[in-house]
């Protein structure tokens, strides 16, 4: 009865299953040599999160801005962002939105374009609104360990700046 036991020796736990997630999966990505990611967000003019999209921390933030467009319920009536948001494409995915781009020109851009600098200036609101959730302890220091749990808590976290 004692030697049944001996029947189906068990091996490491990580042989007998597959993994679980992939790097990929779980929006990690090398930056500068760690494992990160990236935390896009759309503000309002108040600076209430409209809209979230996590990714890998080595992609270049111009790829994502179609995709937060593309989220709003409304057209936005001008789109603020920083030089990095600077490329022929984001200008046309703006434009397609009917919407004003204030970008200011990157410098290696050989013709200047104008922009509101009163407006620009209206872009620390979306640096405040992720000030405000790097309050939560949790998310400032990425405690979640998947991508799923860490984009819920940015989202949890923005509907209670909502509610201030």
Known sequence: MGAGRFDHPQGPQSRSRAKKSTPAAESLGRSRGSFSTKL???????????????????????????????????????????????????????????????????????????????????????????????EARGFATCYDKTAVSFLATAHLLAALDWLR
Not at 70 to 86: I, K, M, T
């Open 40 to 134: 896009h967000a759309a503000v309002d003019a108040l600076g209430n999160c409209l809209h979230l999209v996590l990714t890998p921390g080595h992609w270049v933030n111009c790829t994502q801005l179609p995709v937060l467009l593309a989220g709003l319920r409304h057209a936005p009536g001008a789109v603020v962002a920083d030089n990095a948001y600077d490329t022929n494409a984001v200008l046309a995915a703006i434009a397609c939105r009917h919407a004003e781009p204030v970008i200011p020109p990157k410098s290696s851009r050989n013709e200047r374009r104008a922009y509101d600098q009163n407006l620009y200036a209206e872009r620390n609101k979306a640096e405040r609104f992720f000030g405000r959730l790097k």
